[in-house]
């Protein structure tokens, strides 16, 4: 009964590759999110999807592209990917409108 | 700007001792506060917001607009409360949806 769940939990890497991490809810939420928590533990926002719709792409390279399938899925591809990429990146998911989010366990990405 | 701001990047209180995680913030209409948590190993999870001005797990936090801040409170800190606290801002005006965190505070309760 996973609220919020994404995978894959953990993802090794050579620079220069390009991954996917997947995102699924099952709250009924309008909207999503993917947060990047680096090493310092600092989360920031990256991209956030109402009704399948972007509407905050903060500065993020333009290696990262989010595709939102449907309302309960939002995934995150990562092309040509270097050693700053490396931190846990996680998924929310909310109602419109409110700031009570729900989040995924997180997907620790390490680029070597 | 939008922004929040956790001064102590680490907290260290032995159990039984009150504790005070600070959080002052930078926002120009109304702002929505929050405080989120993630223990050891689990997923950030919201813990209290100032509009519901409830008491979870023996945390309080009050919105003082005056000294724009929203300090979490614990009389007697246990050692379950050890765990990353992260206060955050609501900005959700216009068509645009955000959580603005702060960059954390480590409680740490000793025995």
């Known amino acids: 009964d996973t609220a919020v769940s994404q995978t894959p939990k953990y993802l090794v890497t050579q620079m220069g590759n390009d991954k996917s991490i997947k995102c699924e809810q099952n709250?009924?939420?309008?909207?999503m999110y993917w947060y990047k928590q680096d090493s310092k533990k600092f989360l920031k926002i990256m991209f956030s999807y109402n009704n399948k719709e972007l509407i905050i792409n903060e500065t993020v390279p333009n290696r990262f592209s989010p595709k939102s399938p449907d309302k309960a899925h939002l995934n995150l591809h990562i092309n040509s990917l270097e050693l700053g990429d490396s931190a846990v990146y996680f998924c929310?998911?909310?109602?419109f409108g409110t700031g009570e989010l729900f989040f995924g366990e997180g997907s620790r990405l390490t680029v070597l | 700007a939008q922004r929040v701001t956790q001064p102590e990047k680490l907290l260290s209180v032995f159990k039984g001792a009150p504790v005070e995680l600070k959080c002052n913030y930078s926002?120009?209409?109304?702002?929505?506060l929050f405080w989120y948590v993630q223990y050891s190993r689990q997923r950030l999870q919201l813990l209290l917001r100032?509009?519901s001005r409830e008491s979870i797990k023996g945390f309080t936090a009050d919105l003082n607009k005056g000294e724009t801040s929203f300090h979490l409170k614990k009389p007697f800190a246990q050692e379950e409360d050890s765990a990353m606290y992260y206060c955050?801002?609501?900005?959700?005006?216009?068509?645009?949806?955000?959580?603005?965190f702060g960059k954390g505070t480590k409680l740490s309760v000793k025995p």
């Open positions: 929310a998911s909310s109602h």
């Open positions: 926002y120009s209409g109304s702002p929505e």
């Open positions: 709250l009924g939420h309008d909207t």
């Open positions: 100032h509009i």
């Open positions: 955050a801002l609501s900005s959700f005006g216009g068509s645009q949806g955000n959580l603005i």
